[in-house]
């Protein structure tokens, strides 16, 4: 039988060889993606999340399990699409215009990706004009945020302005360290996230 306990777990150790065995077989035993993606990946995921907040893991280990997640969902996407699997909201994310900066935001894709977030990453130095763009292109729910730069924070207020004004239906969400809760609030964003774990219980509060 299939353990989704061991696939959960290696995750966690950021084991890609045995996530993708594990994953496999899973298929090849007829269980149901969904439930290969909710209580074995996203599950890992979860947990690497918390202890990442916690402190009692940092971020290569986050990387690693990233890593091992992607490999699984590389032959597990395709099954979810022919299940009809909805991801749980489409997010696009980017470093602001100005900055070139991304391992935060990369870090915040990849959770999210775990989190089962269908996640469009414009890169770096987006432009106001590329974010309204791509949020209507995909009909995104949210729309992602981050800055390195104290430079570069007017950009987040230009773009969740440009988003309004647009008249989009979107939920903005802004992190990085010059950025605080108080600045989410003054530029009018919907929500503000420390870090990359904290991102993922900020977007499925937005959109619930």
């Not at 594990?22 to 290969?36: C, H, V, Y």
């Not at 918390?50 to 099954?79: D, W």
């Not at 007017?154 to 360290?177: H, P, Q, W, Y």
């Amino acid at each position: 039988m299939a353990d989704l306990n061991a696939l959960c777990e290696a995750i966690i150790k950021g084991n890609q060889a045995g996530a993708l065995e594990l994953t496999k077989a899973a298929i090849n035993e007829g269980l149901s993606p969904a439930d290969i993606l909710n209580n074995g990946l996203v599950a890992g995921m979860n947990v690497i999340g918390e202890r990442f907040k916690n402190n009692e893991v940092y971020i290569p280990e986050v990387l690693i399990a990233a890593y091992a997640m992607k490999a699984a969902m590389a032959v597990l996407e395709p099954k979810l699409v022919e299940a009809g699997v909805q991801p749980l909201a489409k997010a696009v994310i980017g470093t602001v215009k100005g900055d070139l900066h991304d391992i935060g935001k990369n870090l915040v894709a990849m959770m999210l990706k775990g989190a089962g977030f269908d996640v469009i990453d414009l890169g770096v130095d987006v432009s106001d004009e590329k974010f309204v763009q791509k949020a209507k292109e995909t009909n995104a729910k949210i729309v992602g945020m981050s800055t390195l730069l104290t430079t570069t924070m007017s950009s987040m207020e230009k773009t969740v302005k440009a988003l309004k004004a647009a008249g989009l239906a979107v939920k903005t969400m802004i992190g990085g360290a010059p950025v605080t809760q108080n600045y989410a609030d003054k530029i009018g964003a919907d929500g503000y996230a420390a870090d990359a774990a904290s991102a993922v219980d900020l977007a499925k509060s937005l959109i619930n």
